[in-house]
């Protein structure tokens, strides 16, 4: 068994998200992390490479563009990104908004492609 405690976990910028990496020591394959998302944020646009991501709404609304098509993620709704899609996300509600992330190998979370690298930025 093994326990991380929240407070213990530190947090780290990126851009203008706020991201605690909650993965257990010892677990290979998948990563867990805490994302906070804070009103007005904006992420550029990246392409999804090397895992699926499967994003789960915590708190608040945040917008999802992939592909083309918009969607919002609120308390409890998942969101599968697979390999190769485009996708960036904002917070354009009144509070702020909470996301855990789940990485996980390509066809693991809905069938995709396969791939070895992190995300990249879309060109």
Do not use: W
């Not at 990496?21 to 999804?48: F, K, N, Q, R």
Request: aromatic share 8%; net charge negative; charged share 20%.
């Amino acid at each position: 068994m093994e326990l991380r405690k929240y407070s213990d976990i530190q947090p780290f910028p990126f851009g203008s998200l706020t991201i605690r990496d909650l993965t257990p020591g010892g677990v290979d394959g998948i990563s867990l992390s805490d994302i906070e998302v804070p009103i007005g944020a904006d992420t550029p646009p990246y392409a999804a490479v090397g895992n699926d991501k499967v994003y789960i709404g915590v708190s608040g609304e945040i917008e999802f563009a992939i592909d083309g098509k918009t969607v919002r993620v609120g308390r409890g709704d998942v969101l599968i990104v697979r390999v190769g899609e485009q996708f960036r996300y904002h917070n354009g509600a009144y509070r702020p908004g909470r996301l855990l992330l789940v990485q996980v190998p390509p066809g693991t979370a809905g069938g995709s492609q396969t791939g070895d690298q992190e995300d990249s930025p879309a060109t």
